[in-house]
């Protein structure tokens, strides 16, 4: 335990640091509440640790994996759960125990928190009230499934890392190309699937945003994106064990129905492989909801599930299309990442366990565009506001002026 208290603190001088370049950088840096969204998911990571020592986890495998590996450590280095071996190998090596690594994993997952912070405050500088006085981002934030799912040793605290870092960096990639490129590099070789809808997002994005964007660049982004999909699509195919195929729609539905099956025999399983399309994203975007949670764990996340579903709502409006097409280009890229990703991972989850899990990556895109999307309606009120007060002020000068 002592190794595993000398990480948090070593850990909290680090923030430090990177707040101090972060509060230089956007004035609207909140080094307090960053602090306080370090102690609140180390609380989970405590939950989550406790959980994987009564339960099977994934993380005591890549551990033990790393840790008695003998070969070199980029031996290790490859695309799914071995990346993760890949990335726990050298604290293991280093005389790291299994609660030690778990606490490295766990500040990548919080790392993920502060650039979806950086992201959301940079891009929507107006504050949003929900639920009559809750604060918007502090409520996305603080979300509890999202921490648990992204606090220890494993894929979920990584890729969500890798996501947020390149959802940070992608909206100016000239001066942030380092993180870009880091973020893609750990996106793909966690889930080459999501690296796929990431970049198509992307480019989505930056060839259909409102912005006045120089062509130069939107060639270079559509070139860059699409060489790298051209590149490494046999290994993103291969996920799926369609690379080579000559009908992937068909191979794509024999990979879905096995994989399908294959998760809801690991317990916890919910059949929709009948479901319509509508209800099958129901499932996935808001499931479990109370009267089908699984165990204590999915009765604490159905609560979650309605705040989901409740700030979905906000967005059902006729306002809401014409919102999106004449959207920001990370508006759009956000909605399209959220919809693809939704849409295939509908076609292989029949798990609420793993539904719980899968669906932390996505998220935080569709409350950028409901944050965004309130954010706007606001901001139209303000202005509103004050052409009808600066009409109302002229209006009685001039009755002042002229009484008669």
Known sequence: MLGVFFLIIVFFALNQAIFNVYQKRHKFFDKKKMNLLYFYHLFFYGVYSWYAYNNPSDSGVYYK????????????LGVDATFIEFLAYPF????????????CFAWLGYMGFVYAYLFFRERIPIKIKVFKSVDLLTLILFLPNMHFWT????????????????????????????????????????????????????????????EAIPLWQKITMFVGLLGGLIILQDQILSMGGIQGSENLIKDFESFTKDRSEDLENAGS???????????????????????????????????????????????????????????????????VIFFTTSFAMTFVMSNLGIIMRQKSMVMYYIFFVIYYYLAEKKYKNIIQAKKIKKYREQKARTLAANPN
């Open 65 to 76: 994996r790393a840790h008695q590996h003998e070969g070199t450590w980029f031996e290790l």
């Open 92 to 103: 293991a090596k280093m005389g790291f125990n299994y609660d030690m690594v778990m606490v």
């Open 151 to 210: 606090a220890s040793l494993g894929k979920g605290s990584a890729i969500f890392f890798g996501l947020m870092m390149f959802t940070y960096a992608i909206s100016k990639p000239g001066s942030r190309l380092f993180l870009l490129t880091l973020g893609s590099i750990i996106i793909y070789f966690i889930r080459p699937h999501v690296f796929l809808f990431v970049a198509v997002g992307a480019v989505a994005g930056y060839m259909s945003g409102k």
């Open 269 to 335: 399983g919910v059949d929709i492989s009948s479901y319509s399309l509508p209800l099958k994203l129901f499932t996935f975007w808001f499931r479990p909801l109370f009267i089908d949670a699984p165990n204590i764990l999915g009765i604490i996340v159905s609560f979650e599930n309605l705040i989901y579903l409740m700030l979905f709502l906000k967005v059902i409006k006729k306002d809401f299309i014409k919102f999106i097409l004449k959207s920001p280009a990370l508006v759009k890229m956000s909605f």
